[in-house]
């Protein structure tokens, strides 16, 4: 049995992390849900987003299943998501993106893996006026040899272990020459020990317009915090949108697992959320879980009935009228 903390979170959250339990549960894997609160929610009823009690939890299981948080709007409110970021040291944030059979896109060939540094660059939170008239801001990024370091030697680690040809730093060394600069010859360096992996650098403005006219050149791909989160989204819209890019936030003792996605306000509450890309988040924290057979045989359940595009939701198919919770018992029926 293993023991994880479930959050929910806010928004589409609640209806489409649902869908996902049932699914992870159904699996065969026997997990032991801790359930607990962060975000907008838990604000409006414990007057914090992030309460001790949710802390404690993942102190516990090390181990985080969480649905989508709505950010905070207000100079007084960080974001919980980097928060929880920080506190564990969740360092390496991994986000795969793949061509889906079922799902009609532009290409069919797309194999990215995102690797995202996740507690650096510019998302430090180093953030303040220089003026009384708050009319000239200033934000400070923040790289270390160490934090580069490791989140390269993760991305060619994680390359080696799953058979993967190639690494492509994206950076901004041109312009950025010491925080990027530091990044790109840190990476250099990681680079010739691994040999048998081809390396690639790419300034990441060329490397965006690389990735809508060829993107099958691209394989892992390693940046920064902000690229990282800017490129994932543009390899999500690839595949065939937010709905379907899990991401896997992995510290040296703990890690989180959820979607790329937000909390989408704009359909929350209507059983509309395509619950696909938590539901992949889930395959990955079974397979963190050494769950490989319950992960396998989720993921082929999942890839069946978005191939077969009938009980999918709409932003797969304009024309199904099938919801977040019919897509998930079809999911069950096939497991
Ligand atoms: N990891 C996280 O918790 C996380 C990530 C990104 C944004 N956010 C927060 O979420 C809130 C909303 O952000 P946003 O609107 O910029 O981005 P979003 O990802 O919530 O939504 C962007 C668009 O994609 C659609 N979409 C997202 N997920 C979908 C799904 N599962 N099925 C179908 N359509 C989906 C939405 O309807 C919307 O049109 C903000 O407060 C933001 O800070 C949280």
Not at 8 to 13: A, M, S, T, V
Not at 94 to 105: D, E, F, I, M, Y
Not at 110 to 138: C, F, M, S, W
Not at 313 to 323: F, K, Q, R, V
């Amino acid at each position: 049995m293993h023991n994880v903390t479930l959050i929910k979170g806010d928004g589409i959250g609640p209806s489409i992390m649902e869908a996902a339990v049932a699914v992870i549960d159904a699996s065969g894997a026997k997990i032991n849900w801790h359930e607990a609160e962060a975000g907008m929610a838990a604000y409006e009823r414990t007057g914090t987003p992030l309460p001790d009690a949710t802390m404690e939890s993942i102190e516990k299981t090390r181990v985080a299943f969480k649905g989508p948080l709505t950010t905070m709007v207000g100079e007084g409110f960080r974001s919980i998501n980097v928060e929880l970021r920080k506190r564990y040291d969740l360092y390496a944030n991994v986000r795969p993106a793949k061509s889906w059979n079922g799902v009609q896109t532009r290409y069919d060939n797309v194999d990215i893996v995102i690797v995202r540094e996740n507690t650096e660059g510019l998302y430090v939170g180093l953030e303040h006026y220089l003026t009384p008239q708050k009319d000239i801001a200033e934000s400070l990024a923040v790289v270390t040899r160490k934090g580069s370091e490791r989140i390269v030697e993760y991305a060619f680690q994680y390359a080696r272990d799953n058979n993967r040809k190639k690494v492509t730093v994206c950076h901004k060394a041109n312009i950025l020459k010491f925080t990027q600069g530091l990044f790109l010859k840190t990476a250099r360096e990681v680079a010739a020990k691994y040999p048998e992996i081809e390396f690639d650098e790419k300034i990441v403005d060329a490397a965006c317009m690389h990735m809508v006219m060829k993107p099958e050149q691209f394989d892992v791909v390693v940046t920064t915090n902000m690229f990282g989160d800017i490129l994932s989204d543009l390899t999500a819209g690839l595949v065939g949108g937010l709905g379907l890019i899990p991401g896997a936030n992995i510290g040296a003792d703990a890690a989180l697992f959820e979607a790329v996605h937000g909390s989408a306000p704009d359909i929350a509450g209507k059983n509309i959320a395509n619950p696909t890309a938590v539901m992949m988040a889930g395959v990955m924290l079974l397979n963190h879980l050494g769950e490989h057979e319950a992960a396998n045989r989720m993921q082929a359940a999942i890839e069946k009935v978005v191939s077969e595009g009938k009980f999918v939701t709409p932003d797969l198919n304009p024309a199904s009228t099938c919801g977040t919770r019919e897509m998930a018992e079809a999911i069950i029926a096939a497991l």
